[in-house]
């Protein structure tokens, strides 16, 4: 994500915030040009030299005063009835319809959840392109704020106050978003990427992650997959086909498709995943995932149970 994100909108719901931003960016240049060029005027007209006289003292002007009030007054009259409109354009009614998705922000990843199909997925959002989406925001404990510069508006997500925002991408792409409200030390590691699919692609995808694995054969994954249920990550993590479906920690059912791991910071290798499940704070140093201390052997049997279900 770059700051030029914000001005290279990518739906008619971001490029309306675009277009005002790059309104009042003109205005304000204008009036910072006119200042400027009467302030150097007056710095050379009406600079001290030998044997210049004072020149003419205003000691109060109704007429300038009004005038000095009123444009300003003016200006951000027009400039309100255009953030109006784009309030509207940018956060459409939401009213008369039930959300597509529900994302939680947690300290520090993001959960997705899809309402109509019962896909859960973390950090990556997936969505078929030229349709709106509607999502329900909540947090699972402080304020955190869900943004993708060039898809939408952004929005905080309150504990106990769920809000709601569209999404719609009009292009294939990945599309960075990020936490945007400091959430604790690692708020910096609370990315997340939107990929924008065809809608054929996204059903497919969809479906995928629907799937639950079969319990895996080879034998250091089906090891892997006793450790996981031995080694409390039940307590924590979701494993569709398993006894494991807790939210205090990312879904992992299908993680070994996702394309990055601890919401940003790192890409998802199996060089990685072992390095995070060997030492999680090695990525990501505050993060909420204990350590526990695996031997090698258990760290590969645990990443070749997460490999095994691509
Ligand atoms: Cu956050």
Not at 46 to 57: D, I, S, W
Not at 103 to 112: A, L
Request: with cysteine.
């Amino acid at each position: 994500m770059t700051a030029l994100d914000t001005l290279n909108p990518m739906s008619p719901l971001a490029a309306a915030i675009a277009k005002l931003f790059a309104a009042v960016l003109v205005i304000l240049g204008l009036i910072f040009a006119l200042v400027a060029v009467l302030v150097v005027f007056a710095i050379v007209r009406y600079r001290e030299r030998p044997g210049a006289q004072l020149p003419r003292q205003i000691l109060g002007s109704d007429r300038l005063e009004i005038v000095w009030t009123a444009i300003p007054i003016l200006l951000l009259a027009v400039i309100f009835v255009f953030t109006v409109k784009v309030m509207h354009a940018a956060s459409p009614s939401a009213a008369s319809r039930s959300p597509d998705l529900l994302v939680v922000g947690h300290q520090w990843w993001w959960e997705v959840n899809y309402l109509k199909s019962g896909v859960v997925t973390a950090n990556e959002l997936h969505l078929p392109i030229g349709q709106r989406v509607l999502i329900r925001l909540e947090s699972a404990d402080v304020i955190h704020d869900f943004w993708v510069p060039r898809l939408g508006r952004k929005l905080d997500a309150i504990p106990g106050h769920p809000g709601y925002l569209w999404l719609e991408a009009d292009a294939p792409g990945v599309y960075l978003g990020a936490c945007a409200e400091f959430c604790g030390a690692e708020h910096a590691w609370m990315r997340f990427e939107v990929v924008a699919q065809p809608p054929a692609q996204f059903a497919a995808w969809e479906q995928a992650q629907l799937a639950v694995p079969p319990v895996p054969r080879p034998a250091p994954a089906l090891a892997g997959r006793k450790l996981f249920v031995a080694r409390t990550c039940v307590n924590c993590h979701r494993f569709a086909g398993t006894s494991a479906d807790r939210h205090v920690g990312p879904d992992l059912t299908h993680l070994a498709d996702r394309r990055m791991l601890a919401g940003g910071a790192v890409a998802n290798t199996p060089s990685t995943l072992a390095q995070w499940l060997k030492d999680p704070n090695s990525i990501k140093p505050d993060s909420h995932m204990p350590n526990f201390q695996l031997s090698d052997a258990e760290v590969a049997e645990l990443a070749a149970y997460l490999e095994s279900t691509k």
